[in-house]
């Protein structure tokens, strides 16, 4: 086959409307299965009337390319919409028949024929746009989008010269919008003429409230009848009660003779106004066609969209390839009745798996049990896949191609031919007979009924091998008990039913493969109040074979009643066990979670016990340190001391080896003590790697100044250095293992192209240690130091946000840079 838009034959716009042809046994069977009613509830997703008019002629394709490439762009249109969840196609004029006008020589079409030209326009460069948008992903809908024109130049020229109430605007010519000038300054004035002239009429000859009016269009005045002798002019009209005559004044004839050709000129000016337009149309009007049609195609993929995702549709496998013996040529998973999903009716889902050799499926089980529900949704979802329509069915549904569709179901009688209901069915078996072939399906209900019992049997078998034997699949429904024994004799015929709840005497609606159902007409009799001696004989009338299938259908029907109660509380049971299982699996962790929480804060207690020890031992030792060089102790006394020192010290960081475990979190460290540093020392950071003068010191805070730039770093991140220091300096206490950064840094008294550099270092540090921010002085000045820290900040990743300090953080002399990675 060609590749039209969606896969469908290659002809143009007439493949957009063209479905396979139905003979007239096909259109029954569409008619019985109430397949129109369910193309209507789908048109009336669709936003336009030729997109509904598209979705009623929707039938089912006759070749399997053709199926796969309407379903194909159906589903993209899904995608779409799942994409675009808002989306709707927009106003979609049915435009068809002023086109093939509009393609006649000679023709005009009227303004409002020419505002459907331009919505059509609109909605053809709207839809085009929005099918485009995702190519790559859903390359059907792109292509379909092809045959959408895009005419902006027409489309501008039909809006500039169209009103929106349907006439023609000033704008469409300037001969047009001089004309109307013209008459509205010519009406204006003879009206104010007219009111000035009422107004000086003798009180005698005014009409009360009487005003300047319309008649035959002409201006007029009301004036008494009794006046009309002296007003003179010619008189237009009259009021009902004829004591009052419009009259057009002899001061108001010539001015309305003036504005009469204007209007006349209007009207000519109009009418060339629409030719024109009309012939710029003209060499379009083919094209628009196939646009209209490509439009209302797009609109019908709209609304079976739009319905498949209202009931939930998967899209199915349609195939006529795997004829293969064994394998699974038609599997419905969890399948529905479309009217019932459409009637909003609860739809027991149904699974059913066929394999090649299977070729009847015969439905028992008793009246009102759902056997031709059944039938008619087997039927209805194989022509609604065929036609491209989404059906209401699961994912790993994969039907066959059926070529002819055939359907006797319900009572066919016919007076005017002179046919019983069993003469009925016997006319369509026959055509089903002669028609029918292995790409055919067959729906059959009540076979063999209407008629004699044992004759209606054995004519049901035959043409049930006989169906068999022809290939294809037939769905037949029957209450004959001989045609149950039918698939113990025949492989290609299949027995099913529908369960039925014999506890409260109703059906399940569920589908059972591979046997067949009671009728249960005498249970159902007995519930309905029938009078026991009446059954009791009716039972005893039942043959000996009879009885004994029904015995052994109901035995067969408790076993499996009770398998599936067993099954149902197996699973409850394996429920129950599963979440046992994971509540005992929570607690078990919450418990290891609570315990490691606890042994981690008896750690952390016993650690800040020995931090502060150490921190007592550091003062204790440089007291005893001062203490010594102040007495000028031997040297045996100082290194007895030292080692005193040392061992102290030793015990305290062993004691907290050991409280430690890799991965705690560990304590800020505590600073060292009191006196190891004074103003006027050299030290070092640890942090910036920078060495100055120690310019004060704010308890566990010290302004360091290295390079003209004066740091805020805590006491802990500075390390003495040099010949000032004390005697503490010349035997250091151990690195802490943490160091604490900066988080201020003071860049008064630098030039602006010294900045960036110390700037750079000073974020380095703060980053690498975490810090939330970094607050940085620049002085308020001229500005251009704050000028060049907001562009390092502003062109530095790390840094998230920078901003002008706050009241209590120093104002507009300080700039504050936040970290992205604080918080993380």
Known sequence: MGGGCDGLPDDGVASLNRRSLTGGSEQHALAVLEYPRV????????????????????????????????????????GLLLRLEQWTPPPIPDAEPLL??????????????????????????????????????????????????????????????????????????????????????????????????????PERLQVPDGSVTLRAGRYCVPVRREGMSQVGGIVHDESATHRTLFVEPPEAIEAMNRIAELEREEVREIQRVLRDLTEAVRPQSETLVASLGALAHADSLFARARYALEHGGCRP?????????????????????????????????????LESDERVLLISGPNAGGKTVLLKAIGLLSAMSQSGIIPPVGEGTRLPLFRTFHAIIGDEQSIQASLSTFSAQVEGLRQILEEADGNSLVLIDELGGNTDPAEGGALAGAILLRLAAQGGLSVVTTHLGELKDLAAQ???????????????MRPTFRLLRDRPGRSYALEIARRLGLPEDILSMAQSRLTGGERRVEALLGELEERAAEVDRLAVEARLAAKRTSETEQVLDETAERLGRREKEIEREARKKVEEYLLSARGAVEEEVERLRHTAAS???????????DTAVREARAAVEKSLREVRK?????????????????????????????EGEVLEIRGEEAVLEAGGLRFTLTVADLEPIGQAS??????????????????????RGLRVDEIEAVLSQGLDAAFVNDVPFLRIIHGKGTGALRQEVGRVLAGDTRVRAHRIGGFQEGGSGVTVA???????
Request: glycine fraction near 8%; aromatic fraction near 4%; avoid cysteine.
């Open 726 to 747: 004390r005697i503490a300096m010349r035997q250091p206490a151990p690195p802490l293992p943490d160091i604490a950064p900066a988080t201020e840094i003071d860049m």
């Open 39 to 78: 193309l209507d509830r789908i048109a009336g997703f669709a936003s336009s009337g030729p997109g509904r008019a598209d979705v009623l002629a929707l039938r089912p394709w006759r070749e399997t390319e053709a199926v796969e490439a309407a379903l194909a762009v159906a589903d993209e249109m899904v």
């Open 818 to 824: 936040e970290f992205g990675n604080a918080g993380d």
């Open 631 to 641: 007495a000028s102790a031997d040297p045996s006394g100082a290194a007895a001391l």
């Open 490 to 504: 025949e492989t290609s015929i299949v027995n099913a039913s529908l369960q039925f709840d014999t506890g409260a």
């Open 662 to 690: 890799p991965g705690d979190e560990q304590p800020a460290p505590a600073p060292p003590a009191p006196g190891l540093l004074v103003v006027g020392d050299r030290a070092r950071s640890r942090s910036l790697a920078v």
């Open 317 to 353: 496998v349609v195939t006529s390839d795997d004829r293969t013996a064994g394998s699974v040529v038609y599997r419905a998973v969890d399948a529905r009745h479309p009217l019932l999903d459409i009637a909003g009716e609860p739809a027991v889902p149904f699974h059913l798996d």
């Open 100 to 201: 093939r006008k509009a393609g006649v020589d000679g023709a005009v079409l009227d303004a409002d024929q020419l505002g459907r030209v331009s919505e059509l326009l609109r909605a053809s460069r709207v839809v085009r746009a929005d099918l485009r948008k995702f190519s790559a992903e859903l390359p059907r809908l792109a292509a379909l989008s092809e045959l959408m024109v895009r005419l902006p130049d027409l489309e501008a020229r039909l809006d500039r010269s169209l009103d929106p109430n349907g006439g023609l605007s000033d704008g469409a010519s300037s001969d047009l919008r001089r004309i109307r000038k013209s008459l509205r300054s010519g009406r204006s004035a003879l009206v104010r003429r007219l009111e000035r002239y009422v107004s000086q009429l």
